[in-house]
T-cell receptor, first 112, second 111 residues
Framework: KAGVTQTPRYLIKTRGQQVTLSCSPISGHRSVSWYQQTPGQGLQFLFEYFSETQRNKGNFPGRFSGRQFSNSRSEMNVSTLELGDSALYLC???????????FGPGTRLTVL | QQQVKQSPQSLIVQKGGISIINCAYE??????FPWYQQFPGKGPALLIAIRPDVSEKKEGRFTISFNKSAKQFSLHIMDSQPGDSATYFCAAGSGYSTLTFGKGTMLLVSP
């Protein structure tokens, strides 16, 4: 089975711009979760989608949004980028949520 | 708030030694406790997981010890090797909630 794929792997943006990240889960997985990882902050949960519905949401501002398509692929969008948004954004897929999550390699976002 | 507290933040162990990382949780509804291993430049990967119906689970050199009454669980890495140097995350979850992760432990195994 192919693993979780994320595109792009690296992104450089400037403050004020917006960005869209993509995640393709493992085939058959219906839950997709997004995390922001920064040094010292660990894995901070952004949101989780299950069958095209946002089921769980972390404590992030509304600039962070996401969606899931009928094929379970997911995108997350960050609008009006800030320097503090520089991070590794990880996507993880699982069968139903709080079971084994399989992570992608992440998208490294740098905001200048 | 559903939290998982992980300690220590960093750990240095000599080759051949035992690495021990601890986690404590608050939500008694949690019924799934995985540990993830992350190497630089990679996403976290599942290492080992336990459910509360057992107190210990061993896979090779990796063991999870689980204390339901204390709401604590720990990862033991026996005969630690330099290749084990990585960041380790504990997590907890239940049902259809998402996993809650600890803040991670950077392990360095010195040769």
């Amino acid at each position: 089975k192919a693993g979780v794929t994320q595109t792009p792997r690296y992104l450089i943006k400037t403050r004020g711009q917006q960005v869209t990240l993509s995640c393709s889960p493992i085939s058959g997985h219906r839950s997709v979760s997004w995390y922001q990882q920064t040094p010292g902050q660990g894995l901070q949960f952004l949101f989780e989608y299950f069958s095209e519905t946002q089921r769980n949401k972390g404590n992030f501002p509304g600039r962070f949004s996401g969606r899931q398509f009928s094929n379970s692929r997911s995108e997350m969008n960050v609008s009006t980028l800030e320097l503090g948004d520089s991070a590794l954004y990880l996507c993880a897929s699982s069968l139903f949520g709080a079971d084994t999550q399989y992570f992608g390699p992440g998208t490294r976002l740098t905001v200048l | 708030q559903q939290q998982v507290k992980q300690s220590p933040q960093s750990l240095i162990v000599q080759k051949g030694g035992i690495s021990i990382i601890n986690c404590a949780y608050e939500n008694t509804a949690f019924d799934y406790f995985p540990w993830y291993q992350q190497f630089p430049g990679k996403g976290p990967a599942l290492l080992i997981a336990i459910r509360p119906d057992v107190s210990e689970k061993k896979e090779g050199r990796f063991t999870i010890s689980f204390n339901k009454s204390a709401k604590q669980f720990s990862l033991h890495i026996m005969d630690s090797q330099p290749g084990d140097s990585a960041t380790y995350f504990c997590a907890a979850g239940s049902g259809y909630s998402t996993l809650t992760f600890g803040k991670g432990t950077m392990l360095l195994v010195s040769p």
